[in-house]
């Protein structure tokens, strides 16, 4: 998965989601999303009109971040965070609620982190995956675990594993200030 876009003042603007799955048995796929400046174009080219702070499948993520980090009072227990979300073959205002505060052990220590769930999506899609998010505050709102799923059975849950590199960047006489930061590498575990 790739989404490329800009950093605005409000937060990520997609322009482009990119999805590559290959799988044993099964013919390669490749999906592709691309975000105009009125439109959102969906993988099997229907066009929809595009809603303010629309986010794709990855750049959520990120958008997340920025939000809990100029609003960290939206990271509270009992409340919901929604935004409009394009998937390659639809797009819904999608939710998430912050459930509860738990710690979440990592390679590097135990992490105070908010759990975020996905709100109940009907009617649910066969193969329809949701993502559960442990928000981590003390390192800049970045999601610390992620466990993607399908269904009980299947699913893939991610945990940080080093601490993040993240630096400023003088900026340039007369242009924006920069940031810069190091993807933050996560590794497959299995839970207890």
């Known amino acids: 998965m790739t989404s490329e ?3 605005t003042p409000s937060g990520l603007v997609p322009e482009r989601y990119d999805e ?3 799988m044993v048995m099964r013919d390669r796929r490749r999906l592709s999303v691309v975000f105009e400046p009125d439109a959102v174009v969906l993988a099997n080219g229907e066009r929809r009109e595009r809603l303010a702070g629309v986010q794709d499948t990855a750049s959520q993520f990120v958008q997340l971040t920025y939000m809990f980090s100029i609003q960290p009072e939206l990271l509270r227990v009992g409340n919901i965070v929604a935004f409009p979300l394009a998937l ?3 797009m819904d205002n999608y939710a998430y609620e912050v459930t509860d ?3 979440v052990v990592t390679p590097f220590g135990t992490l105070a982190a908010f759990h975020l769930k996905p709100r109940p999506r009907t009617p649910k ?3 329809q995956l949701s993502a559960e998010l442990w928000i981590a505050p003390e390192l800049r709102y970045l999601p610390v675990r992620i466990r993607i799923e399908q ?3 299947n699913f893939v849950d991610l945990i940080i594993a080093r601490k993040p590199e993240i630096a400023g960047v003088a900026p340039e006489p007369d242009s924006e200030p920069a940031t ?3 993807f933050v590498a996560f590794s497959s575990r299995t839970p207890p």
Do not use: V, Y
Request: avoid cysteine.
């Open 5 to 7: 876009g800009k950093l």
């Open 20 to 22: 590559d799955t290959q």
């Open 88 to 90: 390659p073959r639809t």
């Open 101 to 103: 505060d738990e710690r």
């Open 125 to 127: 899609r066969a193969n």
């Open 151 to 153: 269904d009980a059975a």
């Open 180 to 182: 810069r930061a190091t």
